[in-house]
């Protein structure tokens, strides 16, 4: 064998080692990565089903609250939180205090102006549940205290 064509051989080989090299340095680095971080290159669902949860958890109810919105848990609680809660927060009905014709008046009022629907016969209902639940606190002054501890002041 002459010395260009071992030279050219040796060249070949480190070619060959190189590419090797640099594969291997490339895939083992995607697997520390994949390690460190397992959602990298996982193409799962994993999103859907975190709002499929969150859709579950909407419904709960604590201590009588519809937590996802505050609402007071009654009957007529899905239509008020279906018709009630798409133009602004469940905060801005849950804030007010009204009687029926009150709060039948505030209906009449975003219908004339903010074109809320016809409620139709769930209009009675909402209503009944808004009375209800958001009625005037009758109560103007606050009640006079009881049970209190009284003390000795000493001197
Ligand atoms: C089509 C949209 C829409 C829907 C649906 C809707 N509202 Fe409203 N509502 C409004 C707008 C707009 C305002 C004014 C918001 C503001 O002032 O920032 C408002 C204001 C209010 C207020 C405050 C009124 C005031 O005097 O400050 C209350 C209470 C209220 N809505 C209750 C309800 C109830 C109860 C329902 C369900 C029957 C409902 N809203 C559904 C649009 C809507």
Known sequence: MDY???????????????????ALTI????LIYKILNPSFLSFSEEDNTETYTNAEEFDNIE????????????????????NCT?????????QN???KEGWLSIIRWMQ?????????NN??????????NY???KKGRRQALQQIEWYDLED
Not at 86 to 94: D, N, P
Not at 112 to 120: K, S, V
């Open 112 to 120: 004339e102006t903010q074109n809320l629907w016809d409620l139709g």
């Open 27 to 30: 895939g083992s680095s995607g």
């Open 63 to 82: 201590n009588n609250i519809h937590v996802a919105t505050g609402f007071k848990d009654d009957e007529g609680l899905q239509l008020v939180i279906a």
């Open 86 to 94: 798409s133009c602004h927060s469940a905060q801005l009905v849950t």
């Open 123 to 132: 209009e009675a209902i909402i209503v009944d549940y808004l009375a209800k």
């Open 97 to 99: 205090r009204a009687t």
């Open 135 to 137: 009625a005037p606190e």
């Open 4 to 22: 260009k064509l071992f030279t050219k051989r040796v060249k070949h080989i480190y070619k060959y080692l190189f590419v090797l090299f640099a």
